[in-house]
């Protein structure tokens, strides 16, 4: 079981590597540690229910997209996109609103689902970053779904909600925290939040145990983790990863995507498309 001060670690220092965050990343890095303490006397409790895995594989979006609803009736509807707090319904990402500015060859900033398009999440990753991918007509002409990192992955990549991906900077990992959305465009959240469940929609998941989800209870705690079902084609398929959990349990999610970073072609090298998780929960 992960102790308090291994998550902590997990954020501040990954494989001996120190983080290099910017001014306004570090502060949320320090807001999510702060954060973090609070929780482990605010609400101690871990899932008491085993958690509800769905999964599946294929070589269209329309192959795993029942699984998807599946998981978004699970999580409860609407999605509340990036309208006020509410006590049900779930938080979907797509990637495909993000503007030009916040687009590749651009940065995505960390907290642009907690801030500009306020969804109650904040990213954080070893790395030196995040990028979004550049829609097909955008002012800088760079190629979609990575092409500005390697001409080859608009091959190999594909979106499940056309057309923007996502992904880390020079690392696999990619963690997230949530917060209580503030419902106001410009406004920063400082409110910890648990959600009900996560997943991910990956593409070019090739090898079986390259890429998984790790779910943190509020004292540390791994609630569960589990690999990616590899996709059945050689490039360019889906794979779908949701667990949810009987209660707003998690706190923390860890997402390791491929065991190769986006640099070259290489097995395997993965990204992301739509985030769902539950209704971020206030836990004061």
Not at 36 to 47: D, E, Q, R
Not at 205 to 224: C, H, K, M, P, R
Request: hydrophobic share 45%; aromatic share 10%.
């Amino acid at each position: 079981m992960k102790t308090k001060q291994s998550v902590t670690n997990s954020i501040t220092n990954r494989r001996g590597t120190t983080l290099t965050f910017a001014l306004r990343a570090r502060h949320w890095l320090l807001l999510a540690m702060a954060s973090f303490s609070l929780t482990l006397v605010l609400n101690p409790v871990a899932a008491s229910a085993a958690p509800q895995v769905f999964e599946a594989s294929g070589a269209s979006a329309n192959n795993i997209l029942n699984t998807v609803n599946a998981f978004r009736n699970f999580l409860g509807n609407p999605n509340n996109i990036a309208g006020p707090p509410s006590a049900t319904g779930h938080r979907e990402i797509n990637w495909d609103g993000v503007p030009d500015a916040f687009s590749a060859p651009n940065l995505l900033p960390a907290n642009f689902f907690n801030k500009n398009s306020p969804r109650g999440i904040v990213f954080f990753t070893p790395g030196t970053g995040f990028e979004v991918s550049a829609n097909m007509v955008n002012p800088t002409n760079t190629p979609v779904r990575f092409g500005n990192i390697h001409p080859v992955y608009p091959a190999l990549f594909s979106a499940f909600s056309p057309q923007k991906l996502f992904t880390a900077l020079n690392s696999t990992i990619t963690e997230n925290l949530f917060f209580v959305p503030s419902g106001t465009p410009g406004v920063n959240s400082t409110e910890p939040a648990t959600v009900k469940g996560f997943r991910v929609v990956f593409t070019h998941v090739n090898v079986a145990n390259s890429t998984q989800i790790e779910y943190f209870g509020v004292a540390g705690n791994l609630l569960f983790s589990r690999h990616v079902l590899p996709q059945p084609t050689a490039r360019a398929g889906f794979s779908f990863l949701g667990v949810g959990f009987d209660t707003a349990s998690v706190f923390m999610v860890r997402i390791t995507s491929g065991n190769r970073i986006l640099r070259v072609p290489n097995l395997d090298v993965v990204a992301m498309d739509d985030f769902i998780y539950g209704e971020p929960q206030s836990l004061q």
